[in-house]
């Protein structure tokens, strides 16, 4: 049996977490391409969102952590249009009362994928999938939270996605 150092448990230690940290990038790269299988033209946006967020949170001085953590978690904000029929997110034009409720369910949907997560970032993307409709008067969506109800992450992706779609 070999005799193991201390040097030899760091190194082990150490190529793990940079296995699980490359897992956890690429398994964030899938996730993210998802939504080029349903529309091409939403990838951008999504992937957009994920880097504006992180610079307005930089720019405003919120906590580097918070920061990071914003940038991996910011283009999951749509993930529940997964249950969203091809008819409603891929109609080009305006959509009917009846098809906006349906899309406004993306929200939970997004909320109840992500919600049961471990990890930081995960629980801050279900947070963002939940509330990035909602806004600051409460005329938003699925609960009509108003001003500092709103999660600060959801108030920043809310202004990122609707900045990005113009």
Known sequence: ???FTNQNREDFITRGAQEEEKVFL????????LSEYRDYKTHEHTMRVGWLSARLADSLNMDKEFV???EYAAPLHDIGKIGIPDSI????GKLSEQE???MKKH???????LKNSSTHVMKMAAEIALNHHERWNGSGYP?????EQIPVSAQIVGVVDSFDKL
């Not at 690429?26 to 391409?33: D, G, S």
């Not at 929200?107 to 994928?113: H, Q, S």
């Open 26 to 33: 690429e398994m964030m790269r899938i996730i993210y391409k």
């Open 100 to 102: 906006f409720e349906v």
């Open 1 to 3: 049996m070999r005799n």
């Open 143 to 147: 609960r009509g939270l108003k001003e």
């Open 107 to 113: 929200t939970i949907y997004g909320y109840e994928l």
């Open 89 to 92: 997110i891929l109609k080009p």
């Open 68 to 70: 990071l953590a914003l």
